[in-house]
Protein backbone atom coordinates (compact mmCIF):
# COMPACT_ATOMS: atom_id res chain seq x y z
CA UNK A 1 0.00 0.00 0.00
CA UNK A 2 1.08 3.44 -1.15
CA UNK A 3 1.72 5.65 1.85
CA UNK A 4 2.26 3.37 4.35
CA UNK A 5 5.53 3.11 6.71
CA UNK A 6 6.86 -0.52 6.08
CA UNK A 7 5.96 -2.91 8.79
CA UNK A 8 2.64 -1.01 9.47
CA UNK A 9 -0.04 -3.94 9.92
CA UNK A 10 -2.89 -2.58 7.14
CA UNK A 11 -6.46 -4.47 6.88
CA UNK A 12 -7.60 -3.32 3.19
CA UNK A 13 -11.27 -4.82 2.86
CA UNK A 14 -12.28 -3.77 -1.06
CA UNK A 15 -15.69 -4.13 -3.11
CA UNK A 16 -18.01 -4.70 -0.28
CA UNK A 17 -21.09 -5.47 -2.33
CA UNK A 18 -23.08 -2.51 -1.29
CA UNK A 19 -24.73 -4.26 1.75
CA UNK A 20 -25.21 -2.23 4.46
CA UNK A 21 -25.01 -5.19 7.04
CA UNK A 22 -22.00 -6.02 5.74
CA UNK A 23 -20.56 -2.90 6.14
CA UNK A 24 -22.57 -2.64 9.25
CA UNK A 25 -20.92 -5.88 10.47
CA UNK A 26 -17.44 -4.91 9.90
CA UNK A 27 -17.91 -1.50 11.35
CA UNK A 28 -18.94 -3.49 14.16
CA UNK A 29 -16.12 -5.23 14.68
CA UNK A 30 -13.42 -2.74 13.62
CA UNK A 31 -14.72 0.14 16.53
CA UNK A 32 -13.61 -2.76 19.42
CA UNK A 33 -10.36 -3.79 17.15
CA UNK A 34 -6.79 -2.69 18.53
CA UNK A 35 -6.32 -0.02 15.39
CA UNK A 36 -4.73 3.01 15.82
CA UNK A 37 -6.68 4.15 12.83
CA UNK A 38 -9.96 3.30 10.69
CA UNK A 39 -10.20 4.83 7.13
CA UNK A 40 -12.93 4.74 4.90
CA UNK A 41 -14.92 6.85 2.33
CA UNK A 42 -18.46 8.31 2.26
CA UNK A 43 -19.72 6.43 -0.71
CA UNK A 44 -22.27 4.84 1.74
CA UNK A 45 -23.14 7.40 4.14
CA UNK A 46 -22.20 6.37 8.18
CA UNK A 47 -24.93 7.44 10.49
CA UNK A 48 -23.27 8.79 13.51
CA UNK A 49 -24.65 6.06 15.96
CA UNK A 50 -22.33 4.03 13.98
CA UNK A 51 -19.24 6.44 13.79
CA UNK A 52 -16.46 5.82 16.76
CA UNK A 53 -13.12 8.11 18.00
CA UNK A 54 -10.82 6.25 15.58
CA UNK A 55 -12.59 6.29 12.16
CA UNK A 56 -11.46 9.37 9.68
CA UNK A 57 -13.95 9.25 6.89
CA UNK A 58 -12.61 10.74 3.45
CA UNK A 59 -14.70 12.47 0.90
CA UNK A 60 -15.07 10.65 -2.33
CA UNK A 61 -16.39 14.20 -4.13
CA UNK A 62 -13.17 15.92 -5.21
CA UNK A 63 -12.42 12.17 -7.47
CA UNK A 64 -16.33 12.34 -8.27
CA UNK A 65 -15.94 16.26 -9.62
CA UNK A 66 -12.67 15.80 -11.34
CA UNK A 67 -14.46 12.57 -13.42
CA UNK A 68 -17.18 14.57 -14.27
CA UNK A 69 -15.14 17.54 -15.69
CA UNK A 70 -12.76 14.97 -17.68
CA UNK A 71 -16.43 13.12 -19.27
CA UNK A 72 -17.41 16.52 -19.86
CA UNK A 73 -13.92 18.28 -21.28
CA UNK A 74 -13.61 15.37 -23.25
CA UNK A 75 -10.05 14.30 -21.02
CA UNK A 76 -9.60 11.11 -19.41
CA UNK A 77 -10.85 9.10 -16.62
CA UNK A 78 -8.16 6.92 -16.93
CA UNK A 79 -6.14 9.69 -15.63
CA UNK A 80 -7.53 9.55 -12.06
CA UNK A 81 -6.12 6.17 -11.32
CA UNK A 82 -2.11 7.46 -12.15
CA UNK A 83 -1.68 8.81 -9.00
CA UNK A 84 -1.66 12.66 -9.73
CA UNK A 85 -5.69 12.28 -8.86
Known sequence: ???V???TPVLSLDGLPGTVGVGVAVGDRLKNYSAVEVVVTNT???PPERQ???LTCLSI????SRAIREVFEDGS???LFDGQA
Open 1 to 3: MSG
Open 52 to 54: FDK
Open 44 to 46: LPI
Open 5 to 7: PHG
Open 77 to 79: VTS
Open 61 to 64: APLI
